[in-house]
């Protein structure tokens, strides 16, 4: 089919029996329309096979119904659910979601930041609070709507929707205290550019603190969010001369490598060393043991972020943020020691 013959917004109008304008309005503003036709001019484009022209769309409504998410990774499954569930969220209001990555490079990440606005996002969502000031000031010298994700900073002047990593880590470390651990180990994210690894970090070594413990290397190891790196990890703690009863763990991967580690030293989970982790992925029940670990509510998080950016983006006005509880999920991982 050539140019000429393609389906045009006169052609679903026609067979949708409504005019041009309520077709525009469907396609760029689908709130506003009675669900009733909106039905009618979904059913017409689908028999038509129409394909509105994303340009032509933009310069109508002044607004291109996308938003953009920039993540530290692909790699890292703790961020599919709640994404899965922004994109079906937003999709629901006829919105795209464009995902880039950032690599915990904050310079990477403010490439992604110029190239999504280049395309003319509506808002912006952006994992954690830290990156340059110089970043926030680009942002908001263009007036673009951003929220962040996966953290909550009741004193910040950003609205976000996340949950509290330091007390979520601090209450995990209290549980394994409460559960007669002494000889307490981390394994915790790399956190350079990462604001969430750190605060889980400090969580943990409040809580040791409060409890007349210390958390330091050689029992703290930052290190990358694969089971590789945390079975490597693992690995090296079992090796102490007085290794750890425990190894709290900066999120469920690592949890799975350093089970894997402790597999391999022909050691078991919980009998000889007790694994806990945090994020709750599938992967936390697919283990053996399970894992004991945070929960952390990722399609409440996605429901949230998608609600206020599409707020956001209609109003261009403030909103409140978000904060989300997380809770402790009790597996198999962990047990009791005298």
């Given at each position: 089919m050539n140019a000429s013959n393609l389906p045009t917004l006169d052609d679903v109008a026609r067979l949708a029996g409504v005019s041009t304008a309520t077709v525009s309005r469907c396609l760029n503003l689908p709130d506003q329309v009675r669900h009733t036709t909106k039905t009618r001019v979904q059913a017409a484009i689908a028999e038509l096979g129409y394909t509105p022209h994303f340009g032509g769309?933009?310069?109508?409504?002044?607004?291109?119904?996308?938003?953009?998410?920039?993540?530290?990774?692909?790699?890292?499954?703790?961020?599919?659910?709640?994404?899965?569930?922004?994109?079906?969220?937003?999709?629901?209001?006829g919105i795209t979601l464009l995902v880039a990555t950032s690599l915990y490079d904050p310079e990477k990440e403010a490439e992604q930041i110029r190239a999504l606005l280049a395309r003319g996002v509506d808002g912006l969502i952006l994992i954690g609070h830290e990156r340059p000031q110089e970043t926030y000031q680009f942002l908001t010298d263009r007036r673009v709507p951003f929220l962040l994700m996966w953290t909550s900073m009741t004193d910040s002047p950003y609205c976000n929707v996340g949950f509290d990593n330091h007390r979520a880590a601090y209450d995990m470390a209290m549980h394994v205290i409460m559960r007669g651990h002494r000889q307490i180990a981390m394994i915790g994210g790399e956190t350079k550019g990462n604001d969430r690894a750190r605060e889980r970090i400090k969580g943990v070594s409040n809580a040791m603190k409060q409890n007349g413990l210390t958390l330091q290397p050689p029992y703290l190891v930052e290190t990358e969010y694969t089971i590789d790196e945390g079975r490597a990890a693992a690995k090296t703690l079992l090796a102490l001369d007085t290794p750890p009863t425990a190894i709290i763990c900066g999120n469920d991967v690592q949890a799975a490598g350093a089970l894997k580690a402790v597999h391999q030293a022909g050691l078991k989970v919980p009998d000889d060393v007790s694994v806990v982790g945090f994020d709750d992925i599938d992967l936390a029940e697919a283990v053996e043991p399970g894992l004991t670990t945070v929960h952390v509510p990722h399609r409440r998080m996605g429901r949230e972020a998608a609600r206020l950016i599409m707020q956001m983006a209609r109003n261009r006005a403030p909103v409140e943020s978000i904060r989300i509880d997380t809770s402790i999920v009790e597996r198999s991982s962990l047990r009791d020691i005298s």
């Open positions: 769309m933009a310069l109508a409504s002044n607004r291109t119904n996308t938003v953009g998410a920039i993540i530290p990774t692909m790699e890292n499954a703790i961020f599919a659910r709640g994404l899965q569930v922004l994109q079906e969220e937003l999709s629901l209001s």
